[in-house]
């Protein structure tokens, strides 16, 4: 149990470290991280002290040598596990694959895997932990299907220039539904169309033109540093939704684009008004 740190007094002469250790010295001692050994002072009796070590000015809390000795022991037991290192923990097995420890346990078990074993990791911490070739076959097992050249939604976007909202609806009359497979890129599963859904999307028509100088509202919103809301409650006038224009924007898609001068009166708005606060909270 780890005591109540005493008040430091400046001015009070306290004395010698003699063969009392600070945290960085034992840390640098026993090649341990400052996170392993905080959290091992939590398990075991001390009472650090306010002791002057040779060459500071100020003295800083140190730890008896039975503290030390403690500390030793278990470090030893700590190092004696191997490193993690090409592996992962279950814990970041389970992240990477999107699922839960539990079917990591029960898939391990299944595909008769080496069981996960203790292992350090980077910041010397301890967990069970997987290699990475089994790491590589629960992911095959997880999702047998190679992304080959089915494309996702993201995908089809770039290769059709249509909206990612226009290509669910449109494979979604036809029927077409999108199916778990493992990325070519990371490895990682995702939603992926076959690759006869491209010609049946068809390339977007390219009259419309791209926006140029034109702006969206979020584009506007941002340079303006306002609400989406403060925004698009001015761009409904009619007068200004008259003049806005289907454009296309930098993904390629089809979005609203509003000319320069609306972007100029929208900031006339509110540079006028940040002066009115202003002038209020000056008053």
Known sequence: MTHPQLRYE??????????????SEMTRRLSVGKDWMRLRLKTIPHQPEWRQSPGHTRASHHYSP????KLRRQAQTHLRHPNIGQGLSILEAAEELGCTDQWLFSAIKRLKLEPPKVRRKPNNRLALSI???AFQRLRNYQVPLPQQDWRNVTQLMHETGWSHRTIIARLKRR???PSRRRSSVCGRPALYFPPEVVPILG?????????????TAERMAGLLERHNRWLKS???????FAASQLRLDDFNSIRRHYPPWVFRKM?????????????QRAS
């Open 131 to 133: 290699t990475r070739e």
């Open 267 to 279: 900031k006339a708005e509110s540079d006028s008004s940040v002066r009115l606060t202003s002038r």
């Open 66 to 69: 039975e503290c030390f000795a």
């Open 203 to 215: 390339v977007k028509p390219r009259h419309i033109p791209p926006g140029g100088d034109w702006m």
């Open 175 to 177: 029927g077409y539904k």
């Open 234 to 240: 001015r761009l409904t006038h009619p007068c200004i």
């Open 10 to 23: 400046p001015g009070r002469t306290y004395p010698p470290a003699g063969d009392w250790l600070t945290i």
